[in-house]
Each structure stands twice: as C-alpha cells, then as structure tokens.
C-alpha cells in the first residue's frame, strides 16, 4: 500500500462511493441480465426413460456383487402391518436383519412426488423397500427405470407359494419389478347408524338424499373407475369419450353438495364418527380400522380390484435384505398372522389353511374372528367374485396426460 | 514527523477503500445466497413453465404460452379463491390482534414480555400440528359442536369442518402472528406524551386514539397486511386439511400438479400468476397507501 499516493486512491473511491447506490443497482440490472441469458438458454429437462423390461443382463448387473447387510428400510401405509409388528419381529429374529419400518405412503401420487426428484438423481430414498399400488405412479417409476429388476432366483418362496392370479400380472409382465403385498378391492363403507337402507350400488354415493355426507376419494383412478361403473363402463376398456361422461356425472355430484369432502386416508375415522355416513374405501381398512357399525360392500355395478407390490428403489442401499423380506412373507407360516390382521386377500393362498387351523385351535372372540376372515369372500374371494371386479385402467404417458386432466381437477374442486 | 503524519494518510485512504467495499462485502453473503437459491431457480422456472413434454419423455422449450392462459382458465377459480381467502383472513387478523397488541403496548406495563410470549406460544407448535388439532377441535361431534347440537341449537345437518369458513379460521390462526408482531412494534413505540399532549389539547378518549395513536400505528397495520396477506393467499395446508370440495385453493393445485401429476410446466406457470398476482396486488397496496408508509414499517 505505500507505494500508492494517496491522492490516487482519493480519486479512485470519493467518486465511486458517491456513485455507489447506482453501481448498486446496475449490479442487480447484470444479475437480471444474466437470469434472461441463462431462461433463454435452459432448453429442456432431459427425460428419464429407460426400458420397462428387465433383461437377464440388467438382473446380473444391479446384483452382482451385492450382498446383504443386517439392515433393512421399509416404507408402507398405514395400517398395514400388526400394531405390535409381530410379523417384522419374526423375520428380525429368523433372519437377524434389523427392520426400520415406517407408515409414511398415504396416496401414490404424493409418495411418487417424493420419491421423483431423489430417484431422478440416482440418490438413496432412504428406504430399500416400499409398496406401490398397481396403477399411474408404479407405471412411471417402471418406465423411468426407478425399480431393481428383481432376481427370482432368489425368490424361491413366490415361485412356489404365489396364487394364480398374481403371476405375471398385466402391469408388471413376469414380476420383473414387483411382487404382491396384498390386494384389496375398493368399495362403499357406510355407517348403519345413520344409513337406513341397505346399500347396494354407486348410485347411492349420488343419491341428493345424502346430501354433505358422502365421501369419495380423492385418488383420480379410484374417482375415475367409480364414475365410470356408474354409467356402466368398464374402465379397463373405457375410452376417453368415457372418461368425460364420467366426469361429468362426478362433477354433478360434487357441484350439488352431495361430497362433503374428497378423502385420502382418513376417510376411515369421517365414517366411523359419521361426519360422513357413506363413503368410497378400501375393503381391509374397514375391517381391521372402522368401528362396529361400518359395513362394507361391493356395488353391484362393480369394485375396483388393486394389488398393492413390494418393490426395491434402484438406489437402495441394503436390496439383498429388502429381496430377503420378499421371499420370507411368501411363507405360508409367515404370512398368515399378517393376513390375520391387515384382512386384505393375500397373495399366498395357502394362508387360509393356516388361518383355519388357528381359528379351530382359538376360543371365544378370537375364534369367531378367525372363522369370520376364513370364511370372508372379501379376504379369499370366490372366482365369481373375482369376475365381477375390474382392474384401473392401464394408461400410455398420452392417455395419462389426457386421464389426469379429465379426473384429477374434480376433487380440486374445478 | 512527516513520516508519521504520511502513514495516517495512508492507513486513512486505506480504509476509505474498504470502506467503499464494504456495502459489497456485507450484501455478498445474502446475495450470493438470493442468487443460488431464489434467482436461479426463479429463472429454471420461468423457463419450465413455458415448456411441454412429460417427466419419462423429458420436457422441452417451446414457449408454450398455452400452460398459462390454460392454468388460468381451468383454476381461475382457485385464484379468485385464494385471494379472497387471502383477504379475509388478513382482516380478521387485523381485527384480532390490533385490540391485543393495543392493550399489551400500552397496558401490559412490565409483563410485556411475558403477554407477548404468551401470544406467541402457540407457535412454537409445528404448522401442520397445530391444523390438524383445529380439526379435532372443529369435528361434527368435538368438543365445541358435539354439545350445541346435543341441545339442539344447531341444525342436524350443520359442520363447521370441510367448509370454507374452517379454512379461514385456520389461516387467520395460522397467520396471527405475523399481524400482530408488526402493530405492536409500532404501537409500542408511540410516545405515550404524545397522547397525554392530545388529552392536554382537550381531544377525548376517541379523539386521541382516531387522531393520535392510529395514525402513528399504521406503518405497523400496512407491513402487517403484507405479511399476513401474501402467504395467506398462497397456503395450501389448511385448505388440504381444514376444507372440503369447494374450498381448495391455488397452493392445493400447485402442489398436486407439481408433486402427484409431474407436470412441472403448468405447476411452474401457476406459480409464477400467483407471484405476478400477488406482486401487482402489494404494489397497488403500497401506491394508493403511500410507499412511505409501507416502507417505513418494513425498515423497522
């Protein structure tokens, strides 16, 4: 510094501290500048496709060298495993991996709006194993190449024990991605202390006579498919022209105050305390969360059948542990307490035996429930059953597009 | 002598240069932090709201103007909506918290501290918590319509949850604060022998407050207003929580255009209405009541 005369320095900052607040500003017009440089150049988010099929290269090449770590991280919905976690407990024991397991999916959208941005990263999740529901979200986590492609080889448990009709299912060819958890069928709950009558059929969840005390559910493929049983369309092979008279009877419904509210989870409490006294819901959740007066029943028009999947995220960071837990619950002795609590149908048949022979062993109340699951066509439903239910309408990134748009503004409320 | 009389120069010119730099150096935190978290993101999603394609297909730059006009068309509702929830819930503040600031700045004597904490505490409690026991408390059969209807007071068909008045009693709760802070600072600093001089010059109880103490407490009013009414408008929770069908607001379809359908170019153009929105709004608000005032409460 003491080589610069001070009257230089002088000149140099008196004027510039009088011009300070501008040069202020024109720093903030260069950061402006530079924002409409850099909108003009960002041209695009790059698309994350891959090929929604595992082949025999990409099974070798996700688990070579992989082995399991004593630790294992789950993501589930609520009320979908024991409140004691008996079933975790028994695998921790028989297979000495520590389980964190967590009920933090309540919708797939916002469980795949979550999980979108981490996973388009190539970061962990933070769980190696989570249960997706067949449908929009799982689709997109398949396309976008999300999901481990499974090794059946050490699946043997599935391979031997998985019923029929969950093999090879249509959204997921060959179990390439998933196995099944449970399945469920979507219904009408009421609560016999304010309905009447006994219902029957959707077209009750639009009878003005309930005015403010329907429920629907807010997911568009589950409004969607009730819209359309409703006008008698099978939303497997419904078409867009469908989708709008669907839509517009639903929007009938809502805009003359028939729904009081659009639910996701909590419907099971609304109709239980009877802020609502009919509502679309899941067939387990009544059983095993509603109180004594909610029933549930299968419209007459049809119900939605789902299978909810236990899936491993491609970045999971313990998967050899998560395929471990897939293969145990396909034990036939594994599943059934599950299956004894969650009360949807369970993908290993071989469970009702089970369930019998403790209802015949049980005494009291508990035998009476056992004999009642046993028996329930809701929990092991008959063929004929199973022919009257229908499946969401599988969807191409077009027809998503399109569907979500038609379905998705009505519980908005526009 | 010279010499040493040379160094002060020196060591004086030399802070002068420091000086100079010295705004700089102090905006550079704050600023390098705006331009990385609020400008570049700001400018990625000008960007992307002007964009069409699909997450698995990726999206691409084709000054789609469509995603706002549509976004405006089939929400315009929500919009209006929101700004109408915004502004209820911004007056019902007001109406609240000036009488209790009033009395705190002027009464509360040396338990201020304590009346505020106090008016405070509920905040400590996290944001979602705190709606969701609005909903315990408001159920058809809680602890406040459970015993009106169980005397017959209210008609059988009669709830308070999943309607539009639960959302902005839930917003005006939620947003308390921020009005009250604001009309407290500037009541508090108000010279109380301002108001004895007006009582002296013979003005009455009313007189002092309408011409003495609310006129200096408006800058406090103003800024309240701003930060109640601009996050307001555009909060989702309580309307996810608290409404029902028809009572969902912009924030509820932002967000689920965003987080469940992925379509970031209309969740993105929605976004940047309601910022253009807002802006324009706060902008008016502070032209037709004076910057100065606005300003002046935001210096504080």
């Known amino acids: 510094m003491s080589g610069v005369d001070p009257a230089f320095s002088r000149g140099l900052t008196r004027p510039r501290m009088a011009r300070s607040t501008l040069a202020r500003r024109d720093a903030l017009r260069l950061l402006g500048a530079a924002g409409a440089a850099a909108a003009l150049s960002a041209c695009g988010v790059k698309g994350q496709g891959r090929r929604a099929e595992a082949g025999r290269d990409d099974v070798r090449e996700f688990w070579s060298g992989r082995s399991g770590t004593g630790e294992l991280s789950w993501a589930n919905w609520p009320g979908y495993m024991q409140d004691d976690h008996r079933t975790i407990k028994a695998f921790e024991k028989e297979t000495g991996i520590t389980v964190s397991y967590k009920e933090v999916i309540q919708e797939t959208g916002p469980w795949f709006g979550k999980i979108q941005a981490p996973l388009a990263a190539g970061q962990s999740i933070g769980f190696d194993l989570m249960v997706m529901t067949n449908g929009i979200q799982l689709e997109k986590c398949r396309r976008l190449g999300y999901l481990a492609p499974l090794d059946r080889s050490r699946l043997p448990n599935v391979a031997a024990h998985a019923g029929a009709a ?85 929007r009938e419904q809502r805009d003359r105050g028939i729904v009081r509210k659009y639910y996701t989870q909590d419907y099971v409490d609304a109709v239980s305390k009877g802020e609502v006294w009919l509502t679309m819901a899941w067939s387990g959740d009544v059983y095993s969360l509603a109180g004594p007066d909610v029933r549930f029943v299968v419209p007459r028009e049809g119900g939605t059948l789902w299978t909810d999947n236990l899936c491993i995220p491609r970045t999971a960071e313990n998967p050899v542990d998560a395929l471990t837990l897939m293969n145990w619950l396909y034990v036939p ?13 369970t993908p290993v048949p071989a469970t009702r035996q089970i369930i019998v022979a403790d209802a015949a062993r049980a005494t009291g109340e508990a035998r009476a429930d056992l004999t009642r699951l046993s028996t329930s066509p809701l929990v092991f439903p008959s063929e004929g059953d199973l022919a009257r239910l229908r499946h969401y309408r599988r969807l191409t990134q077009a027809e998503e597009v399109r569907y979500q748009r038609t379905f998705e503004p009505i519980a908005k409320g526009s | 002598m010279a010499d040493s009389a040379g160094r002060t120069g020196e060591r004086g010119s030399a802070g002068r240069v420091r000086g100079a730099l010295a705004p700089y150096l102090m905006v550079l935190p704050a600023g390098l932090w705006l331009l990385v978290f609020f400008v570049v993101p700001m400018v990625a999603m000008v960007s ?67 009346y505020l904490m106090l008016l405070l505490l509920p905040y400590f409690v996290s944001f979602v918590l705190r709606t969701v026991s609005w909903k315990l408390v408001l159920t058809d059969d ?81 800024a309240g207003v701003i930060l109640t009414f601009v ?52 902008f008016a608000y502070a032209r037709a009541l004076g910057t100065r005032n606005v300003l002046e409460a935001a210096g504080r």
């Open chain 1, 166 to 250: 969950f093999r090879n299912p249509s959204y997921d060819p060959g179990n390439a991605f998933t196995v099944p958890y449970e399945s469920g069928i979507t219904g009408i709950a009421y609560n016999t202390k304010y309905v009447k009558e006994e219902i029957t059929s959707i077209a009750q969840l639009f009878d003005p006579k309930y005015k403010g005390r329907v429920g629907m559910m807010g997911d568009s493929q589950e409004l969607g498919s009730f819209g359309m049983f409703l006008i008698g369309v099978d939303p497997e092979r419904s078409t867009p022209a469908d989708w709008d008279r669907a839509a517009a009877r639903l």
């Open chain 1, 333 to 345: 002795a594994n599943n059934a307490p599950l299956t004894e609590f969650v009360n949807y149908i």
């Open chain 2, 48 to 114: 992307l709201s002007l964009q069409t394609g699909d997450l698995v297909d990726g999206f691409r730059q084709t000054f789609h103007w469509r995603n706002y006009t549509d976004g405006l068309h089939t929400y315009g509702d929500q919009f209006v909506r929101s700004l109408w929830y915004g502004l209820l819930a911004t007056v019902a503040c007001a109406v609240l918290s000036y009488p209790a600031a009033y009395w705190i700045a002027f009464r509360g004597g040396r338990g201020k501290t304590a």
């Open chain 2, 142 to 222: 809680g602890p406040v319509l459970g015993p009106l209807r169980g005397h017959g007071i209210l008609p059988p068909g009669f709830h308070v949850l999943d309607t539009g008045f639960a959302v902005v009693s839930g917003l005006t709760y939620n947003f308390l604060p921020f009005m009250a802070l604001p009309i407290y600072v500037a009541l508090e600093r108000i010279d109380p022998r301002v108001v004895e001089a007006a009582r002296d010059l013979y003005a009455g109880r009313a007189g002092a407050f309408a011409r003495v103490v609310l006129p200096l407490s408006l800058p406090g009013v103003f």
């Open chain 2, 231 to 282: 996050p307001a408008s555009a909060d989702y929770v309580n309307a996810e929580v608290l409404g029902g069908p028809g009572d969902t607001m912009i924030g509820n379809v932002i967000q689920s255009e965003y987080f469940d359908n992925g379509a970031y170019p209309v969740a993105s153009a929605l976004s940047f209405a309601l910022m253009a929105i807002l802006l324009l709004g706060v």
